[in-house]
């Protein structure tokens, strides 16, 4: 228990590092493509544009409760089609990695987004954001906006992708680095490395035969566990992320690029407004 307490600790210190491992794996994708506009509009409300220009902030809202209503479920068809063509070496593996398709809304995280624009009059914007065009296209720089938030690991700035195909192939391009841990069979290896400390432990004394036990098997562990894991999480946060980038081809017309988090559920930091009468 003292040496996964251990490895679980591991994991957690390396935390901004697979979300950084994460941004990378996206970088030049569909949704994080290499090239992007100058500028971006929201539309919003009189309401919407006195609440930013007098608290000086943008807000993200839930996308729970944006106008999508499968907005961040629209993916969980494409990500368990992917899962199930993974085919690994360990039937364990096939378990833990099912786990990839599950909706971390499950898990008691949440995604909030601020939602932008690439055309500055559009008219399905102007109606479903703008009190039906009483209110505002604000324009941002996407640039500096996308600078403003480069220091922080868990926002992602990025284009929407609504074409079928081309999501499939960023999912794919996500579930590649696995490939080399889920064609191992870790059943085996961790089998033959007990066998090997067995028969090197023979001749030890009790006591130094349960110190190098407690040795070899934090050591197994870091070879066998720790990858594993480290593989597995970093999956879980790339199929996270990218899940808020995926929408319907229904919505294409809006030419969306947004800002999103994906962070634990929590009251703290959370404000709460009415709309549509919710």
């Not at 957690?12 to 992007?36: A, H, I, M, N, W």
């Not at 009483?134 to 500096?144: H, M, R, S």
Request: proline letters at 4%; a negative charge; hydrophobic letters at 40%.
């Amino acid at each position: 228990a003292r040496i996964l307490a251990s490895e679980a600790a591991a994991l957690k210190e390396q935390g901004g590092r697979l979300f950084s491992d994460v941004r990378k794996g996206l970088l030049d994708t569909c949704v994080f493509p290499e090239t992007s506009p100058s500028h971006v509009y929201h539309y919003t409300t009189i309401e919407g544009i006195v609440g930013l220009l007098t608290s000086r902030q943008l807000w993200a809202s839930d996308v729970a409760y944006l106008n999508d209503i499968s907005e961040y479920t629209y993916a969980d068809g494409a990500i368990a089609g992917v899962i199930a063509g993974l085919k690994p070496g360990d039937p364990d593996l096939t378990r833990l990695f099912s786990v990839l398709q599950n909706n971390p809304r499950e898990f008691g995280f949440d995604v909030y987004a601020s939602c932008f624009c690439e055309r500055e009059d559009l008219l399905s914007q102007w109606r479903a954001y703008s009190g039906h065009g009483t209110g505002y296209a604000l324009e941002f720089d996407w640039n500096l906006l996308t600078e403003r938030f480069s220091g922080d690991s868990d926002i992602f700035c990025g284009r929407i992708e609504y074409e079928e195909a081309s999501q499939k192939q960023l999912l794919h391009t996500l579930v590649t680095p696995l490939m080399p841990i889920l064609q191992q069979d870790f059943t085996a290896l961790a089998t033959s490395k007990a066998d090997a400390l067995a028969e090197e432990s023979k001749s030890l004394t009790a006591d130094e035969r349960t110190h190098r036990f407690e040795i070899g098997t934090a050591d197994l562990l870091k070879e066998v566990t720790r990858p594993v894991l480290t593989a597995a999480t970093t999956s879980l946060l790339s199929f996270s992320i990218a899940r808020a980038f995926l929408k319907s081809p229904t919505f294409s017309e809006e030419r969306e690029w947004r800002v999103a988090v994906l962070k634990p559920r929590s009251a703290e930091g959370v404000a709460f407004r009415t709309s549509h009468d919710i």
